[in-house]
């Protein structure tokens, strides 16, 4: 038996759909499917029943839930614990987060951060193909902390409610194309106007889960999807190559904008505000990330302080 096969099963628990489950674990679907039957072959009777769509758990693979989930956090915690007691005794703090926020907030806020005393040493965790890989990071104990927009609306975000978390910022969200050559957008978007070729995350990324119930809801643009990337630089490229709209994080795009690269594609009312959140582990992986929260939350009280008239 295979750790990755149990941790497989409790993707599949989550999602309840091989192909979502497939993504969070950044394998193909037939894989995760084999893997799933291997374990099945381990435990000696079904876990999955697959006649139902979604799928659901078997009375057996319900019983298997908590056990299995048990067993990966034991694991995980030897590890971190081995690595605590034998590794250098130079700390490395890890983050799961994403791309944007590495190019845009990341390095700024690091630089507040460390200015108050010591340097870190910091590293980023491996990227999971989806956003939900990446909150399960944190709630497997496989990283120090989650640097992430959240909001409300976005389903991975409710996991983490008990985790505490602190908020050190807010992203506006903006649609954007490529101008023409009198500065209008080439794929503009309104209310019942034309079909609009538009740039689209996939399914398993924040920004797809978010932008349905906070824009498309209220504003039912007609949008013909052309194109589909996980990572918001990818789709604003494209976008600068007039290939369609896109609404990605306004500060990604401050230099483009700024050189008439990109306009704006849509009225401001269609922005979608989101906050800059720092979740950390329960169980903290070395006494610097321990100093390095507490850095960040006076980070966090300074700037309050600075913004009171």
Avoid at 45 to 53: C, I
Avoid at 178 to 190: I, R
Avoid at 262 to 275: I, K, T
Wanted: aromatic residues 10%.
């Amino acid at each position: 038996m295979e750790v990755k096969w149990l941790e497989d099963f409790l993707s599949l628990s989550h999602f309840m759909n091989f192909t979502a489950a497939a993504e969070d674990r950044n394998i193909t679907q037939s894989a995760l499917s084999r893997r799933i039957k291997q374990l099945e072959q381990w435990a000696g009777l079904p876990l999955v029943d697959r006649s139902t769509y979604p799928v659901r758990l078997t009375p057996a693979g319900e019983s298997f839930l908590p056990r299995a989930r048990k067993a990966v956090d034991t694991i995980s915690a030897l590890r971190e614990e081995t690595l605590q007691k034998h590794s250098a005794p130079e700390e490395v703090l890890s983050f799961a987060t994403m791309s944007t926020l590495v190019l845009t907030f990341f390095p700024l806020w690091m630089e507040k951060v460390e200015a108050l005393g010591e340097p870190f040493r910091t590293r980023f965790a491996e990227a999971y193909s989806s956003f939900s890989g990446n909150v399960s990071k944190l709630l497997r104990n496989e990283c120090d902390f989650l640097l992430t927009y959240a909001h409300e609306c976005v389903p991975a975000i409710r996991d983490l409610a008990e985790h505490p978390y602190l908020t050190l910022g807010s992203e506006r969200v903006i649609a954007i194309s490529a101008p023409d050559e009198t500065g209008q957008p080439v794929h503009q978007l309104k209310i019942g106007g034309a079909p609009v070729n538009y740039l689209s995350y996939r399914d398993s990324s924040f920004f797809a889960q978010a932008l349905p119930k906070t824009i498309f809801e209220r504003a039912p643009f007609q949008l013909n999807t052309v194109y589909e990337n996980a990572m918001s630089a990818a789709l604003k490229a494209m976008a600068v190559a007039g290939h369609g709209v896109a609404w990605i994080p306004e500060s990604l795009a401050v230099n483009e904008i700024r050189n008439k690269q990109l306009v704006r594609a849509a009225d401001p009312a269609y922005d979608m505000v989101v906050e800059i959140r720092l979740y950390r582990s329960f169980r903290l992986r070395c006494k610097s990330a321990g100093r390095f929260w507490n850095r960040a939350e006076e980070v966090g009280m300074l700037a309050d302080r600075v913004a009171l008239p």
